[in-house]
């Protein structure tokens, strides 16, 4: 895409925001107006004024109807993730309780509501009471509603919701949040020097991200045809840095700098060599990255003056290596992170001719030889955060069913930061999702989901009998980690 339109996007995303945090206000307003007033009290007049004007700014911008969705603190209008202050976003969490008591996602404006519409619809969803023998509170109220004449606004459905692993739009987030990223880095690297502060945004972003859906986040890197670009492969290190820190029980704010950290990791090959004559091209990226170091004004003196002594030990005694240095300074933890990440990559991925090895034989391998100055307790907590079977994984389970691994029990939830116990200690299940039987049949969604080691209909427990190679399944993977396609491209505002 180009880099104009990137611009133009960005600019629409920063005027949708205003309109869209008060939409949310007003939204939750109307509700506890509803359920304490009747339709003629004035209360309803100025939160369904503030919501009409904010209406009449997003259809101005968006041309198109308007979809409010909240789950798992997450707000989005359209395809706009909103960016919440504290305040907001607890009005927000309240929000979505209100919703999931209809078993409704959000609200849908085709057009701007007149009025009344407004009162008794909030009227309504506020005092509606279902018949004890309805299963479907939320298809009771929407027809309720329609019956009533109410057109302009319409309840959304619930984001798709799988048992025993949480609620919201599968895959949405993901997605808005992994292409958001690369776009944003790839415009980051077009400018000498590097805004620093962009960098940091993207970090937030990410570790965020993971916090909401960090088992399909960590599939992110190995999806797609490799070799991915420059902009790709750092945002892929910094999502697996990321994925390293919540799986450490480190607080968001440390995650964010690891996950900074990664993203600025290569950036120093994007520079022109300063001095050919005197410095090799591997000299001048590191010259570079050092200079990255400085200006990004997260990392300290200390730090740069330690990749200096690095880079000096490593050009030997023929440069300008200090001779009294014995060996380079142990690497930090988020530069043993970066290394950890970068060498999976490779393995899964293959690099430089090498054939990609499968996700069992890449965490294997990392086990049994971590790369060079990578503590062995490094890589076992990267390799049980992702995992030797990684979410997107095809597999052949032990009754020949084709399945690929969807969800892993501790990458998941806010509560992974500052956790007491580092969540990657604990126990596990690993879910797979069952797509094909041996003859080629598609099997249900309600049956697809299963645990490895719980019982089949056989009697067996569900178990891994092999690996398979990706090639040739990218549908398939897509299907089971999207399992309803069509709902993720409503819930994100995009048309057919």
């Given amino acids: 895409m180009a880099g104009p339109n990137l611009q ?67 707000a989005q209008v359209n395809s706009h993730a909103l960016w919440l202050d504290p305040a907001t976003q607890e009005t927000t969490q309240e929000l979505e309780q209100w919703l999931a008591r209809r078993e409704a996602g959000g609200i849908i ?8 519409e407004i009162r008794r619809f909030f009227f309504h969803f506020a005092r509606f009471r279902a018949p004890a023998e309805v299963k479907s509170q939320y298809k009771a109220l929407a027809e309720h509603l329609a019956n009533d004449g109410i057109q302009r606004l319409k309840l959304a459905p619930q984001p798709v919701r799988l048992e025993g692993v949480g609620q919201g739009v599968r895959g949405v987030a993901t997605l808005w949040n992994y292409a958001k990223a690369c776009a ?49 492969r750092c945002v892929d290190l910094a999502v697996l840095s990321a994925g390293f820190a919540r799986a450490l029980g480190v607080s968001a704010v440390y995650a964010a700098d690891i996950a900074q950290a990664a993203l600025l990791h290569e950036v120093g090959t994007i520079y022109s060599n300063p001095d050919p004559v005197e410095f090799s091209p591997s000299e001048a990226s590191a010259t570079l990255a050092i200079r990255q170091l400085l200006e990004a004004q997260k990392f300290t003196g200390e730090l740069a003056q330690r990749v200096s002594v690095a880079v000096e030990h490593a050009l030997g005694p023929t440069r300008s290596g200090p001779p009294y240095l014995v060996a380079a300074p142990a ?14 990559l490779d393995l899964v991925r293959g690099r430089e001719g090498r054939e990609p090895t499968s996700p069992v034989e890449a965490g294997l391998s990392l086990l049994r030889s971590p790369p060079r100055q990578v503590e062995p307790a490094v890589a076992q907590v990267f390799v049980a955060m992702v995992g030797l079977l990684p979410v997107g994984t095809v597999v052949e389970l032990q009754n020949d069913d084709i399945g690929v ?5 501790h990458l998941r939830g806010r509560a992974l930061f500052s956790a007491d116990t580092p969540p990657v200690v604990g126990p596990r299940k690993i879910w797979i999702e069952r797509m094909r039987t041996p003859r080629g049949e598609v ?22 009998k092999r690996t398979l190679r990706r090639e040739g399944w990218d549908e398939v993977v897509v299907r089971a980690l999207l399992r309803r396609p069509t709902t993720a491209v409503m819930q994100l505002g995009l048309r057919a």
């Fill in 405 to 409: 691994v969807a969800d892993v029990e």
């Fill in 331 to 344: 690497p930090t933890l988020e530069a043993q992170v970066v290394a950890m990440a970068g060498a999976w």
């Fill in 8 to 74: 133009q996007q960005s600019e629409l995303h920063q005027r949708i925001q205003p309109a869209g945090k008060q939409i949310l206000i007003n939204l939750f307003s109307l509700m506890k107006t509803g359920e304490l007033h009747d339709l003629n009290n004035d209360a309803y007049q100025r939160p369904s004024e503030k919501l009409t004007e904010a209406l009449e700014t997003l259809f101005k911008i968006e041309r198109q109807s308007i979809t409010v969705v909240v789950y798992e603190g997450v």
């Fill in 184 to 232: 944003g880095l790839r415009l980051m690297l077009l400018k000498a020097p590097i805004d620093a502060k962009q960098a940091r945004r993207v970090a937030l972003e990410l570790v965020d991200a993971c916090a909401a859906e960090q088992d399909l986040m960590t599939a992110m890197p190995i999806l797609g045809k490799a070799p991915h670009d420059l902009s790709r």
């Fill in 443 to 464: 099997i249900p969604e309600r049956q697809a989901r299963v645990a490895l080691g719980s019982e089949s209909p056989e009697g067996a427990d569900w178990a891994v």
């Fill in 109 to 116: 404006f085709p057009a701007r509501p007149h009025d009344d």
